[in-house]
Structure formats: C-alpha cells, structure tokens
C-alpha cells in the first residue's frame, strides 16, 4: 500500500495546486462509509476531469495502483497545459 499512498501523496498534492496557483477548482473525497474515492476538476462551470473508484477497498492491490497511476497522469497533464497558458499569456 505504501506505492498507493505515494500516489494518493501525489493527488492531493496536485488538487491542492489546482486551488492554489490556478483558476481551477478541484474536489477530492475518500468516503470510507461508502467505499469510494471521487476527483473532479472543473474550469468555471466545465467539467475537465472526473474519475470515481467505487469498492475501494476490495479492489486489486495492483488495478488500483494503475487506477491511481492514471489519476496522477492525468493531473499533471491538465497542469502542464495550465502552465503552458499562463506561461503563453504572459
């Protein structure tokens, strides 16, 4: 588990920047209750980005791991492009 807690390092870390240093907007939950774990970024009122594990605790140690791995790519991919408009517009 410590790799996925790398990665979930990762998305948090990543969600937190995207509130910070952009004019985007991130939500991230773990809802142990129900079981799953939810990310959504969204630029003004579109969505760019959502992805939502459900069964989080019984899912294979190694599919989640890829489940997560695709999240933290596709987080820093929509920042990179953040960054390459702000850097253009500068």
Same mark, same amino acid.
């Given at each position: @588990?410590?790799?996925?807690?790398?990665?979930?390092?990762?998305?948090?870390?990543? *969600? !937190?920047?995207?509130?910070?240093? *952009?004019? &985007?907007?991130?939500?991230?939950?773990?809802?142990?209750? =129900?079981? +799953?774990?939810?990310? =959504?970024?969204?630029?003004?009122?579109?969505?760019? &980005? +959502? !992805?939502?594990?459900?069964?989080?605790?019984?899912?294979? =140690?190694?599919?989640?791991?890829?489940?997560?791995?695709?999240?933290?790519?596709?987080?820093?991919?929509?920042?990179?492009?953040? @960054?390459?408009?702000?850097?253009?517009?500068?």
């Amino acid at each position: @588990m410590d790799a996925n807690l790398s990665l979930f390092n990762q998305i948090n870390s990543l *969600s !937190y920047w995207f509130l910070v240093e *952009s004019n &985007y907007k991130s939500s991230l939950a773990l809802d142990a209750e =129900k079981d +799953t774990f939810f990310i =959504k970024i969204k630029k003004g009122k579109h969505n760019l &980005y +959502t !992805y939502h594990i459900a069964h989080f605790s019984k899912k294979n =140690k190694r599919f989640l791991h890829f489940e997560l791995a695709a999240v933290v790519n596709s987080l820093l991919h929509i920042k990179e492009t953040a @960054m390459r408009k702000r850097f253009e517009s500068a």
